[in-house]
Nanobody
Framework: QVQLVESGGGLVQPGGSLRLSCAAS????????MSWYRQAPGKQRELVAT???????NYADSVKGRFTISRDDAKNTVDLQMNSLKPEDTAVYYC???????????????WGQGTQVTVSS
């Protein structure tokens, strides 16, 4: 069994910063792409940032220059440093990872339970 557990959400004023963390645990052979998504009320879930196993990074245009994604493969974690936060960044943030559980099984996508980020004065 594989679990992704996020932490670090909360309430912050506009212009402030938060750091989200996600830890993968369980039976893991390899982790490929790791991503952060978010879903605001009444909106579809959207991709925020992805980091591949090789370290290639992509960001949504709306967060470029403000958010930084990083991973620690020794700890099976992925972080999202969020700076210069805006009210429109308010959403539930979800961790996603493509994980191979054994040498012979196919990779599958796993999701965390989500963590609320609220940007408000």
């Amino acid at each position: 069994q594989v679990q992704l557990v996020e932490s670090g959400g909360g309430l912050v004023q506009p212009g402030g910063s938060l750091r989200l963390s996600c830890a993968a645990s369980g039976s893991i052979f390899a982790i490929y792409d790791m991503s952060w998504y978010r879903q605001a009320p009444g909106k579809q879930r959207e991709l925020v940032a992805t980091i591949t196993f090789g370290g290639r990074i992509n960001y949504a245009d709306s967060v470029k220059g403000r958010f930084t994604i990083s991973r620690d493969d020794a700890k099976n974690t992925v972080d999202l440093q969020m700076n210069s936060l805006k009210p429109e960044d308010t959403a539930v943030y979800y961790c996603n990872a493509e994980i191979r559980r054994t040498k012979v099984t196919e990779p599958k996508n796993y999701w965390g339970q989500g963590t609320q980020v609220t940007v408000s004065s």
